[in-house]
């Protein structure tokens, strides 16, 4: 009978699992994410990156078509971890600003007309919102940075043979642990801006600018006070030494992956504390 | 026969949000789990009403006391809780830029219901409360009465055993109002939901629910049973009649009832238990006497409310006939 004659009956059903219900959300998101012509643009364009890795793979790899080619050139197409660093500092970029497009849109229009009470008064605290609308992040970021990381890192693999996996198995574990760490980073400060700002674009202003704003400090600090420390500052520069350790690429003067990583987790923290303190389902004014 | 559990259970619970204490110990047991019954939060602006609910919700940490719904503690076993019950907050609650099915879909996945009956849930529910033809429509586009029912609607959406109702009559116009009180005590009567409504409007609370419980000042001061209060209401009476009445306190008192003459054919009534109205209309035809109006007090409610929180010491005509105050099962 057409829902429209047969009028209101309670729900009587099974109902899903717990874990199921934080899917709803990354479910929903994804497909309006995906009728914004500005995300799909920007998607497609973090695919181009990746294609022309996966070329210079498969032209390292075919010693036929390098004969005849300059030893320096021939020299300059290896597969390490170099290669990897590269392709991982493009891709985490390209996940910045991905984020920077989807993140504001994701807790915003919840806090703008006050739909927080209505998702938690329903069987779901505020950690599985907060898992919720980040794994629309994870889902959203995973395509342009750890799967065609891990993919780079499969083909090489295939094309080199298992003596080039065994000795270099690292680089696979690296990409995957480096991006994800680098997700759950950008996923936070994209969630925290949105639960912070209420307009959209000064949020998304506000994602670009986390990672900016640190840096351009960071290195104003290093220049003015000549402090190797001011890195930690930095969540892209700090990344980027810890991916450096990951990758087993020799590492740079200053603070060593430790103390990067610490770094990071106390930004973890900072931005988890925002989060805390705004997504509430009432505002309480003393 | 086993005592029936209270739906709600308050022991000693204080609330305290920033500095103030909004809640102060307040210990009461209402409703009964299990029956299409209806509870009345009533209190005026700033008694606690909303405060109460959202502590039931878990959204508030009781600084002293507990609170326990539907045999579960609102803090420990808040998402056995959740899992039972709806609720339809009184500030606007939605978003904007989402059509009124897919944001009811969304919650109703998120209550459990799998994608596929979420969906059809949704539309159905949405025809229900009339928004059918405006269910693809973004929420921001909504007008305040719709923007009412579509909060309505997601409440009752996945089916709970208990609907939290906070001022759902607000800024509707009569009529949407009236839909509105309908559809309440059709989730109550029909589908067999327990409904706890907070509202300042007695109106709606007199309309809908089985009991009340007024709070003020963040205490509970009166707990009433409506359906005993209207049963007590049928036997006072209101009458004017015109003809001879000087013997009719006489022969009220000879049926055991007590009549008060206001003067100028103005009578008050309290008729005995088990006395029914027919046997006054008797009484008055046997007099001789003409009834120009002949009302059961409607207003009960009111100076109930009104008495409760201190605005009014006595009911007008009350020195003589005190109506019998009902027992709750609950009390201060």
């Known amino acids: 009978m057409a829902v429209y004659k047969r009028g209101y009956q309670r729900y009587t059903g099974v109902k899903t699992p717990h874990r199921d219900r934080m899917l709803a959300f990354p479910r929903h998101a994804w497909k309006r994410l995906m009728e914004q012509r500005l995300v799909v643009l920007v998607m497609l364009a973090s695919f181009f990156w990746p294609l022309a890795c996966a070329v210079f793979v498969y032209m390292s790899n075919r010693a036929d078509l390098l004969q005849g080619l300059d030893g320096g050139f021939v020299a300059f197409l290896q597969v390490n971890g170099n290669f990897f660093l590269v392709f991982m500092n493009t891709q985490a970029a390209a996940a910045v600003i991905l984020a920077a497009l989807a993140g504001p849109g994701l807790v915003a229009p919840d806090l703008a007309n006050n739909a927080l009470p209505l998702y938690l008064s329903r069987p779901l605290s505020r950690l599985d919102y907060v898992m919720g609308r980040l794994l629309v992040l994870v889902g959203l970021l995973s395509p342009v940075t750890w799967i065609p990381g891990l993919l780079l890192f499969a083909m090489q693999s295939g094309m080199a043979g298992w003596g080039w996996l065994a000795a270099n198995w690292r680089l696979g574990a690296g990409i995957l642990l480096g991006f994800v760490a680098w997700i759950l980073l950008v996923g936070l400060v994209a969630l925290a801006s949105s639960a912070l700002v209420r307009w959209r674009i000064i949020a998304g202003a506000l994602v670009l600018s986390f990672f900016f704003v640190l840096t351009g400090a960071a290195q104003i600090i290093r220049q003015i006070l000549r402090v190797e420390w001011s890195v930690l500052m930095d969540p892209g520069n700090a990344m980027y030494r810890i991916w450096r350790a990951l990758l087993g690429v020799e590492a740079l003067e200053g603070p060593g992956p430790l103390a990067c990583g610490l770094a990071l987790v106390v930004m973890a923290v900072l931005l988890a504390c925002v989060l805390e303190r705004k997504l509430r389902p009432v505002e309480v004014v003393s | ?332």
Request: proline share 4%; with cysteine; charged share 25%.
């Open chain 2, 1 to 332: 026969m086993q005592p029936v559990a209270p739906l709600i259970e308050l022991e000693g619970l204080s609330v305290r949000l920033g500095r103030r204490e909004v809640l102060h110990q307040i210990s009461c047991r209402l409703g009964a789990a299990g029956a299409g019954k209806a509870i009345g939060l009533l209190g005026p602006n700033g008694a606690g009403k909303s405060t109460l609910i959202r502590t039931l919700l878990g959204f508030h940490k009781p600084s002293a006391g507990r609170a326990r719904i539907l045999g579960h503690d609102c803090r420990e076993g808040s998402r056995q809780v959740k899992a039972r019950i709806g609720y339809m907050p009184e500030t606007d609650a939605f978003v904007a830029n989402m059509t009124a099915v897919s944001f009811l879909r969304l919650l109703a996945e998120i209550s459990g219901l799998p994608s596929e009956a979420a969906l059809e849930k949704a539309h159905e529910v949405l025809y229900h409360v009339g928004l059918g033809e405006s269910r693809y429509r973004t929420l921001g586009t909504y007008s305040l009465g719709m923007k009412q029912m579509a909060k309505f609607a997601q409440s009752i959406v996945h089916g709970p055993e208990l609907l939290i109702l906070d001022e759902p009559t607000n800024g509707l116009d009569p009529s949407a109002r009236r839909r509105m009180l309908a559809l309440i005590r059709e989730m109550k009567e029909a589908h067999g939901m327990i409904v706890l409504l907070c509202s300042h409007l007695l109106g709606d609370v007199e309309e809908v629910c089985d009991e009340a419980v007024i709070l003020n000042d963040g205490r509970v001061v009166h707990h009433a049973n409506l359906e005993e209060e209207r049963r007590a209401n049928r036997r006072f009476v209101e009458l004017e009649v015109t003809g001879d009445d000087k013997h009719l306190a006489g022969s009220l008192r000879e049926q055991g009832a007590e009549g008060v003459n206001e003067g100028q054919g103005r009578w008050r009534v309290v008729m005995p238990a088990g006395v029914e109205l027919e046997a006054l209309w008797a009484l008055l035809a046997r007099h001789g006497l003409g009834v120009h109006k002949l009302t059961h007090r409607r207003d009960s409610l009111e100076e109930i409310f009104l008495k409760a929180v201190g605005r009014l010491q006595r009911t007008p005509g009350e020195e003589a006939l005190t109506p019998k105050e009902v027992p709750t099962h609950g009390g201060l």
